[in-house]
C-alpha cells in the first residue's frame, strides 16, 4: 500500500500553508493532493501558487494531484474549474460531477473524490468509463460494503484513513454565521482555527467541527490499528489528511506501519497525542461514525 496527503481542508496564512509543503516534499509520502477544495474565498494561494508547489513537489519525487473545488456556486467557480483542468500537466481529483465532465470530455485520466458519492458498482463503472483511474469511496462507507463493489480493473482504491471526515458542504459559511458575518464579509475567521471549530453538546461533548462551508467530524478517524484489514480489503492508497500540527510525525507513524516496523496494536498510542481530537473507526465498521474501538 501507499501512503497519500489528501488536500488541505482548512485555511491557513500563505506563509504557514507554504511551510508545510517545504516539510511534506521531504516526508515518506508516494502521492500529494494539491489545491483549494471547499471554498472560493480562500485565495492566498492562486492556481499558479498551487501549480508551483506542484512542480516542486513532482521534482521531489511525489505523484501530484490537483483536487477540485467540491461545491461550485459561481461562473468565476466555474471559470477557475476550466483553468485548472486545462493546464494537463497533473493527475486531477475531480470532487463535483462537472469536473467529471470537463474531464471526460478531454479525455484525461483522473481520481474520482470521496464527494462524488460512489455507493453501488454501476456508478463506479460509469466513473472507469469516463476516464477515473482511482477512486476514493465515500467516507461513511463501511467495509461490508466496500467489499461488494466491483472494481474495475485497472482502477485503484484510496481510503480516507486519517483526519476529521468531512461529511457535508452547504452554501452558506456556517464560521461565518458562529461570528454573526454575512459570507461574502467572513473576514476570514477560518485563519483562526487551523483545524476547524468544534462544536459542542449542551453536555459538552464535542460533536462536529465548523471548517467555512464544510461540517467535519469533532474527532479524527483513525484507521491505523486496522491496517491489516485495509491490506485484506485491497486497498492501494491510505488518505491521511493534513492538520496543523504533528503532521509528519503522523505520516511517519503510518510509513512504519506499512513498513512492518511496528505492529498495529502499538498505532493508537502513538498516534492519539498527535491527534486534534479523539480518534474513531465507526463508519469502517457499519456503526455510529464517533464509535472507537482501538482493538
Known sequence: MKLSLGP????????????????????????????????SR?????????????????AAGKEVVLSTQTLIESESDLKALRKLIADGRF????????????????????VAGSTLNAYNPDTLALLGELGATRWVPP????????????????????????????LAFSARCFTARRYNLQKDDCQFRCLDHPDGLTMRTRESEDFLTLNGIQTQSAKVMS???????????????????????HMG?????????????????AAPEKLDKLMPGQPCDGYWLGEAGMAYHPT
Open 91 to 110: 493527475l486531477v481529483e475531480a470532487n463535483e460531477w462537472g469536473a467529471v465532465r470537463l474531464l471526460a470530455e478531454k479525455g484525461a485520466p483522473f
Open 249 to 265: 510525525r503522523v505520516v511517519d507513524v503510518f510509513r512504519a506501519l506499512l513498513a512492518g516496523d511496528i505492529a498495529a496494536a
Open 223 to 245: 484507521l491505523s490499528h486496522r491496517v491489516d484489514e485495509l491490506r485484506a480489503a485491497g486497498i492501494d492508497l491510505l488518505r491521511l489528511s493534513p492538520q496543523s500540527r
Open 42 to 58: 480562500r485565495h492566498l494561494l492562486r492556481l499558479s501558487d498551487w501549480l508551483e508547489l506542484a512542480e516542486k513537489l513532482t
Open 139 to 166: 467516507v461513511e462507507m463501511p467495509r461490508e460494503m466496500l467489499a461488494s463493489m466491483a472494481v474495475p480493473e485497472g482502477m485503484e482504491t484510496e481510503l480516507f484513513t486519517y483526519g476529521r471526515l468531512p
Open 8 to 39: 488541505l481542508l482548512y485555511y491557513w496564512s500563505r506563509e504557514d500553508t507554504l511551510a508545510f509543503y517545504e516539510e511534506a516534499a521531504g516526508w515518506p509520502l508516494d502521492s500529494i493532493y494539491l489545491g483549494e477544495t471547499v471554498c
